[in-house]
Structure formats: C-alpha cells, structure tokens
C-alpha cells in the first residue's frame, strides 16, 4: 500500500523521509496495537449459512485465505471505509456477485476480529484529530493515483489536512517521486527507448545498442553464475563504478536468492538486502514431520526414506542416503549389515517399530528422538535447534490430550506440517553494496546498472491468478453498480507490467535480463511474456525469440564470453562417437559381484533375461548402479503380481486338498487383506477400495480356473515359494520357483504364476526364447538350515522323478495354461508345447557368458528394442533401467543379438 508516498520528519537542517506505512501511523499517532486473529477460527465461530461453508468444512485454511483476500479487497475498496456505506440493490437479486458481496459485508459487519491488522490500523487513525499527532510531519504524494484504494486515498486526504503537503517542485518530491516515476537513461539509447515505449501501443523501433540485452543460459544456477560473472566484469572496467550502483532483481521463488547468496560469497562480492530464500528447508521441523509419519502405520516409504537421509540423524550423511535407497528399492530390512552406532540403533529400532497407539507412547518417542538427533556442528546446529523447538511445541500440545487414547494424526499432522523457516524477511544494509531486489518490489533508487534473473514465462510480470470469489464480470458489474473498485486479472497483470517498467526504469546506463533455457529437470523453459513487449521495439527483430543471444551457443564457453582475464581456449566441436560393437573391460565380468569367499554370487532367472535383453543393463545392476525412482506408493504390475502370488500360496497350500471353485470367491478378500497388511498396507486406506475391489476380482476369476485345472489334472501341491539351485555354463545360478505340482501319474511340474496374459509368453516359447523354465530343469531344490540339511517334500519328488520334469506357467490374466514337458495334459484354456522351447535362449546365453568371461560388454544395436519384441517376445523393460542404455546403443540396423534363424552363422 501507499506507493511513492512518504511522510518527512524535522524542519532544520537535518530532516528524514520515511515511506507511509500502517506502522508509521500508528507510531505517530500512538494508536492501539491490533492483533491478527487466526481467520480460519474467525469463520468457524461465524454462525449462519455463508456460500463458502462447504469448502471451509473441507478446506478450512485454504478457504480462509481465499475469503480473507476477497474481504481485504472489499475493506479496501469500500467507500466510506464501512461496510454499510455499499448499497448492494442494484445488483440482480440472487446472482452469485450479490450473494458473495452481501456475506463479505455481513462478515466484516458481525466479525470485526476478520479485519486484517493493518487496515484495523487505518481505521483507528480515520478517527483520529490533528491533535492526536505526536509530531507534526510533511506528506509528500502524489494528490491522485488511478491505483490507490480507496481506503488509501481517505488516509491521504486526512493527513493532507492535518499536515504540511510539498507540492511537486519540492526537493524532496523530486528525488523521492519526481525522479523514480521518469525514465533513467538517455532517449537516444536502446534502454531509454524500452523505458519509455515499452508500455506505449505506438512507440517505434530503434537500432540495438550496449544498453540493453537478453541473454539466455542452461538454468538458473548458469543465471546466477553469469550474474556474478558479469558484475564483476563491470567494477573491473569501470573504476568509477561502486558496487552501490548495481542492482540484481531476483524472482519471489528464492531459489536464485540462495544461489546467489553462495556465488557472491565465493567471488568475494558484497549483497545487500538479499531476500530470504523462500525455497530453503526448514530441515529441523521438516525431520520432525517426517518422524510423525513414521509413527503412524501404514508408512509411506517416501516419508521413511527422507527421513533416514534428514542431515541432522544420529550418522553419516552416505550412510543415511543408502539406507534411504534400500527403502525405495524395497529390500525390506534396510538397516541389516550397517555400521550404525549406538544412537544410531536406537533410532533404527524406534524407526522399525509399530506405530505409536497412544498419546503416551507417541510423547516418549517424540522426547527420545529429541535425545537421538545427531551431534551439534556449524552446519547444523540451527536445523538441530529447530528440530527441538519443534519437539516442544509439538509435546506442549500434547500435553492436555488424553495420555491413554489414540493419537489424533490429523491434527497432529497438520500442526507439525504447518511449520515455516524463521529467518528475517530481508538480509543486512551495507553503505556500498550490490542491491538485490524482489521482482515484486519497486526500486527505491536509481542504479547505474541492473541484472534481471528469472526472465522467464510465469514472471515480468507474474500472472494474475482467478479470483476463487468473483468473475471479472462479476467485479466490473460490482464497480459501476456499487461503486467498489476491486482489482481484476486484467488490472493485476496492468498492475504488474507497470512496476516492471519502473524497475527498467530506474536505471541510467545498461540492463541484463538473464533467462533460464532449461528447469531443473531439464525441461525446456519459455522466455517471459514482455520479451515481446520488448523485441518490438528493436529494429530488425521480428520474432520476439531473436533478440534472444545464447550464452552457451558460441564457439566458446559461456564464461569465455564474459570473463576476459583468462585466455580463450580453442575449442572444436566433438562428433558424437559412435560406440564399439563391444567394450573391452580386461577382467571377467561374470565376477563383478561375489561372496565373501571371494566365489562369483549366483545369477537369477531375471538377471539372465536381462543380460539376454541388454549386457550393459545388467552390468549396471550387478554393479548396483541402476536408477532409483522415488515415488509414492503405487499399484504398480509389480505389486499386483506380488499381492495374486500372495493369494495363491495362501489358497492353494502345500499338502491340502485343492478347494473347490465355488469356494473361492469367499475365500479370497480374507486372503487378500493379509497380503495387503504385509506387502502393501497402504491399500488399506478407503481411497482405494476400487482398486482393491477390482484386484479381488480378477484374483478370484484366475483362482477358480486354476483350481479347476489342478483337478482336472488330479494334482497335489507339494510346496509353495521354494528355492532351487544349480550351475549353467560353469556359473552358479538359483531361483525361487512359485509351486511344484506332482501330477496323479507322480510327474512333477514346476509352475510360475505370472500376472499377465498369454499372448507374449505364448510368442516367446514359440521362438524357443524361453529361459526360466529351462533353468528350472537344470536345478535342484536348495537345502536350507530351516530344513535342518534334510531333503523337504520338493526335494524328494524331483529327485524321484530322475530329470524328467514338466513346467507351466500360469497366466493369472487371462486364465491360460502353457505347459512344456507334459503330454497329454491338455484341456480347456490349457495349451501344451511339445517343441524345445529355449533352445534359442540358452543359445545366446551361451554366447554373452563367453564374451563376459573374456571382458566383452557386448553394446545393443539401434533396432534392437523392436526386433526383440518381434523375434523373441521378450519384455525389454531393461533398456528403460538407465538413460546410458540407449546413450551407449550402436547406430546399426543388425540385431545385437537373436538374430533370425535363417541368419544364424
């Protein structure tokens, strides 16, 4: 409020100008101190029916602060500074504009505590007389402004009766409004040109200059680095220049504040006013958060991991970054063979406990974790004390709850989740210092030189958001029926142009806008809308995009361009390499990971079909080397298949009779919600009662057809979930197979239940592209201490049956049986293949081993991904593992592997 407005205190020599503030006035006049209410509460007591009740029983901190803008507004707008001086007659009985602005009306007449503080402030000093001043001042503003309020316009006109008021000639009116409102630099240049036309529909073209430039970097941080590069370029070549004469404007996300805190320390440069980083982490409280949910079953593994990486826990910073990634990887004991110390431990167990069931449990946890947080340093100390400052405010509301009952994890949640970072709003003044501005605020001063950082879309100016209350019609109809002028999307964003025309404007003699090319994540990022606002006023630019200058596009690097104490080096550009058919690493690559006998570690079924796939996919995982994405909680294929093979070890158990198909439908929903509190209790929740209801049904469909085959085939069930192990090619290899039938003719069968359809598995067992079953056959049952080293029933039976085994998968999908191995078996929905069915697979299993043993990291072909789909049927899901798949595939039309048949050499 009150811009370019001042009040001027003393009439000797020495006088002061102070900007007009809510705050000044009541200094000046002595007025009470007002308090914000909490208007969340404010609305809750309000009895009535108001339009918002339903969204405040949903939403109430959200809906406060949409109504708490729109009454703002109103306060602001309303003439006589009261709600009843607004006749709403005019407006159509019953329309929505009507029913809002009657409830704003009746809130701010009935709930005086809805009024924000500040205006509370105005309203007091309205009442106040010329002899209530402490000290007699003078006004310096300007007497009429299309953008002041209302409200603001009444304070105006009572100060400028009970005080001095300098006209426009006066000194001080000069330099404080006169000079700021004008444009800065010279007519004749490109900059002074842009800040007299930029806001002008029929301003004309002039020739590009020094003045003025757009230049464009990689991200924001190549902003910031270029900011300060630059900077220092001008203090060196310009010996008259101080740092005092440059200013950075910075936009309101604080991201570029925090860079450019840490860049201007490295280079030596001294900031003033550097806003707060609005990004920055209150990592003390966020830990505390992070510890509440873990206390509260189900937990989300996303909550557990950022927790057990938090820097401020009881051990090492890449000690707690493993641990978070065995969490996302879903290893289950993500602390086992960790070197965790005693604190460390306690933490662990508090960590892999049940949940706090009582209010009691929940407080002594909460003081144990205030004792386990890691040791106090430089670098922690203020997150450490935030941490226990949480910790108190939490247990101090706690502390009146009922010790036996259950904790209310709503609330408790929500008062932990609404802490916010503690830092001053601005940094320290320095007398000659760089200035950093908010994109948000006006120049209070001229400069002689300004970098802009963010210019990008979203920004310069920032859109206007939609009024939740009122439709721009709705305020247009408002404002010429009732008399209330309040801000629209369309007056926001002239608001916002205007303040960035005065910050171009504050400025004598050259501007830098910086514009990111890319975010964060890479993603290519747009210049701002006012580019075009700009390039239209530059001869010989006709898209907007031209006046764009790349910092990273010429021959030389980025700070070859700016910085000229360093010799440029010769640069050529690199042609991309086109990769080698293999790479020769010089060490077997079938030992990458061994056991502490120093024995290579055996391979799965999985990881082979990976190698099949991809050699570097797997060379990655063997190294531990693939990409861990942190998401939350998903039904994902690979959770429905573990939650369907839950079910049916549980419906189909070892050494029972097989159940009947009418049974099962009311067997499975109790089966399925035990592999549901196991595996996935975040299912639990009533958000995903669909999900679960849909699982449950394709569960119980696939479970009747495979009872009834097991009965038509007179089956047992020998086991469930069994190990076996073996060697293939001279490399140890084992596998857990799902069940091992034994057929009323005592043939056993190994079965793999996969959650998925025929179709694909039928292909690949056509191509003879099948592993798995045929590195079930070459297997024995592995022999475990749980056993007591004496051969279990699966055992038995396979070494009874002296090699000769059949196996089937079973296609939970779709219901279809493909068999290998047993004659005569067919039935309805069961297909029996009684070709070799991985002859082709073990073939070139053969062939990676014997390249791995040799060194060879055999690269894929360009083509490789659809021909394997084609030839093979095999899932190629490995060349999504890591980016440096596809970056390391060979520009070659021939397969890397699985050539044709009729190709074969």
């Not at 239209?536 to 910085?563: C, H, M, Y």
Request: glycine share 8%; charged share 25%; with cysteine.
């Amino acid at each position: 409020m009150f811009e370019d407005c001042y009040l001027r205190f003393g009439t000797g020599p020495v006088k002061g100008c102070l900007p007009l503030t809510a705050e000044l006035l009541s200094s000046l006049y002595a007025l009470p101190h007002h308090t914000e209410a909490d208007l969340a509460a404010v609305l809750d007591r309000a009895s009535g029916d108001w339009p918002w009740s339903a969204s405040l029983s949903v939403a109430p901190r959200e809906t406060a602060q949409v109504v708490g803008e729109a009454l703002r507004a109103v306060m602001l707008a309303a003439p006589g500074d009261s709600p009843d001086g607004t006749d709403i007659n005019a407006l159509a009985d019953g329309s929505r504009a009507r029913i809002h602005l009657e409830a704003l009306l009746r809130l701010w007449r009935e709930q005086r505590a809805a009024m924000p503080a500040d205006i509370a402030t105005l309203h007091t000093f309205l009442a106040c007389e010329a002899d209530d001043v402490l000290q007699k001042v003078a006004l310096i503003a300007p007497p009429h402004d299309p953008a002041r309020s209302q409200l603001e316009q009444s304070v105006i006109n009572l100060l400028a009766q009970q005080h001095v008021v300098c006209g426009q000639d006066d000194p001080d009116f000069i330099r404080l409004v006169g000079e700021r409102c004008a444009p800065a630099a010279a007519v004749d240049t490109l900059l002074g040109h842009i800040q007299r036309g930029l806001l002008s529909p029929s301003a004309t073209t002039i020739r590009p200059d020094d003045s003025f430039a757009v230049l464009t970097v990689r991200d924001s941080l190549g902003e910031c680095e270029a900011a300060v590069t630059i900077i220092q370029r001008w203090l060196r070549q310009d010996d008259m220049l101080a740092p005092a004469d440059i200013a950075v404007i910075v936009p309101n996300d604080g991201a570029h504040a925090a860079q450019l805190r840490s860049l201007a320390d490295d280079a030596g440069l001294l900031l003033q006013g550097l806003p707060a980083s609005a990004s920055a982490r209150n990592i003390g409280a966020e830990t505390v958060y992070l510890f509440l949910c873990c206390q509260r079953d189900p937990v989300p593994q996303m909550a557990r991991a950022s927790l057990l990486a938090s820097p401020i826990l009881p051990w090492p910073a890449d000690l707690g970054r493993r641990m978070a990634r065995r969490v996302m990887q879903g290893r289950g004991y993500w602390a086992a063979g960790l070197d965790v110390d005693t604190k460390g431990t306690e933490l662990v167990r508090l960590l892999t406990s049940p949940g706090a069931s009582t209010n009691k449990q929940l407080c002594g946890r909460l003081n144990a974790l205030r004792k386990l947080l890691g040791s106090s340093d430089s670098r922690t100390e203020r997150d450490i004390g935030e941490a226990k400052s949480h910790i108190s405010l939490l247990l101090n509301s706690l502390s009146n709850a009922d010790m036996d009952a259950a904790p209310n994890w709503e609330s408790i949640l929500k008062m932990a989740s609404s802490y916010r970072l503690e830092r001053a709003p601005r940094g320290s003044l320095y007398p000659n210092a760089i200035s950093v501005l908010h994109a948000s605020e006006m120049p209070r001063r001229r400069f002689s030189k300004m970098i802009v950082t963010g210019f990008n879309e979203g920004a310069y100016p920032v859109p206007s958001p939609r009024n939740p209350i009122f439709l721009d019609s709705e305020l247009n109809a408002i404002e010429k029926l009732c008399g209330l002028t309040m801000p629209t999307r369309r007056g926001r964003l002239d608001k916002g142009l205007a303040r960035f025309a005065r910050q171009l404007g504050a400025v004598r003699d050259e501007v830098v806008m910086l514009c990111a090319e890319r975010d964060g994540y890479g993603k290519a990022l747009l210049p701002a809308s006012s580019l075009a606002l700009i390039a239209r006023l530059v001869d010989g630019v006709k898209d907007p995009e031209d006046f764009l200058a790349s910092l990273g596009a010429g021959k030389a690097l980025v700070w070859e361009q700016l910085i000229d104490w360093v010799e440029p080096v010769e640069r050529k550009m690199v042609v991309r390499v086109d990769p080698p058919f293999n790479y020769e690493l010089g060490r077997n690559l079938l030992h990458l990971r061994i056991n502490e006998e120093g024995k290579p570690r055996p391979q799965s079924p999985s990881r082979l079909e990976k190698l099949l796939v991809s050699p570097l996919a797997w060379a990655l995982g063997e190294l531990d080397a693939e990409h861990v994405g942190w998401a939350p909680e998903a039904l994902d294929v690979r959770l429905r298949g573990t939650l369907a093979h839950g079910v049916f070890e549980r419906l189909f158990k070892a050494g029972e009779p097989i159940c009947d198909p009418g049974e099962v439908a009311g067997l499975v929903p109790t089966l399925f919600d035990e592999c549901v509190s196991l595996d996935a209790p975040f299912m639990a929740g009533t958000a995903w009662a669909m999900e679960r209801e849909a699982i449950i049904g394709d569960i119980v469909r696939s479970a009747q057809s495979w009872a009834t085959t097991l009965r038509n085939w007179g089956a047992t069930v020998v086991a469930n979930e069994f190990w076996l192990e073996g060697e293939i090619m001279g490399h140890p290899v084992h596998g857990m197979a799902d069940s091992l039938l034994q057929l009323g003719n005592g043939l056993p069968v190994i079965v793999d239940h996969k959650k998925s359809s025929s179709g694909k598995r039928r292909r690949r067992m056509e191509a003879g592209c099948d592993l798995q079953v045929e590195l079930y056959r070459q297997m024995r049952v592995k022999i475990t201490l749980s056993e007591n080293e004496e051969p279990g029933p699966a055992s038995t039976v396979l070494a009874e049956a002296g090699g000769k085994v059949g196996v089937a998968y079973n296609m939970m999908n779709d219901a279809g049986v493909l068999v290998n191995g047993i004659d005569g078996h067919g039935s309805t929905g069961v297909e029996v293949f009684d070709t070799e069915i991985s002859h082709r697979a073990m073939k070139e299993l053969e062939r990676r081993f014997e390249a791995l043993r040799l060194g060879q990291l055999h690269t894929n072909a360009s083509g490789d991904e659809k021909h394997f789909d084609k030839v093979t049927a095999l899932g190629t899901y490995a060349f999504d593992d890591s980016p440096l798949i596809r970056a390391f595939m060979r520009n070659d039309s021939a397969p890397s592997a699985f050539a044709m048949e009729n190709e074969d050499d």
